[in-house]
C-alpha cells in the first residue's frame, strides 16, 4: 500500500511538471486531479512554493486583465475548496496581495473573504479601511488593535 501511494505520488509530481501551464487540462483521473491538489497543499504549508505553482499550474490560468483564474477542476467541492484555501495561503506567504485580494473576492465568499480582505488592508498599512473593515464584521478588539498600531507608528515616525 505504501508504495502504491509513493509511486502514485511520482507519477502525479511527473505530471504535474510536464503539463503546460495555461494549456489543456491533464489528462488525469478525479482521484489523480485530487491527488496532486493535496500534494500541492502539502508543498505550500511545507514552504515549497515553487513545486506547489508546478502542482496547480495545469488548473489555473491568467486573465487578459492578469486575474488568476481556476480552469474547471473536476474533483469534489471539498478538494475544490482545498485548492482555493491553497492557492491563497500561497499568495499571502508570498506577499502577492494585489492578486490575493483579486482571488478572494471571486473564489471566497462571507466571513473568510472578509476577514481575508482586513488582514490585507491592515498588513498593507490601509489602516482606515483595516479599521472600517474589522468593525463592520464586528471584531471591535482588532479594530482598536488596528487603531493603537497607526497611532504607535505615527509617534515612532516623529
Known sequence: ?????????????????????????????????????E??????????????????????????????????????????????DTVALMLWDTGRDVSLEKFAGRYMSGYERDVMLCRLAERNAIYERAYACWNDLGDVDRARRVTRTESALRILKD
Open 39 to 84: 500534494l500541492a497543499a502539502q508543498a505550500v504549508k511545507a514552504g515549497n512554493f515553487e513545486y506547489a505553482e508546478r502542482l496547480l499550474g495545469p488548473y489555473m490560468y491568467r486573465s487578459q486583465e492578469g486575474e488568476l483564474l481556476f480552469k474547471s477542476l473536476g474533483v469534489s467541492s471539498d478538494v475544490e475548496k482545498k485548492a482555493v
Open 1 to 37: 500500500m505504501k508504495r502504491g501511494c509513493i509511486g502514485l505520488t511520482l507519477a502525479l509530481a511527473v505530471a504535474g511538471c510536464a503539463s503546460q501551464v495555461g494549456g489543456g487540462m491533464p489528462n488525469q483521473t478525479k482521484p489523480q486531479r485530487e491527488a496532486q491538489i
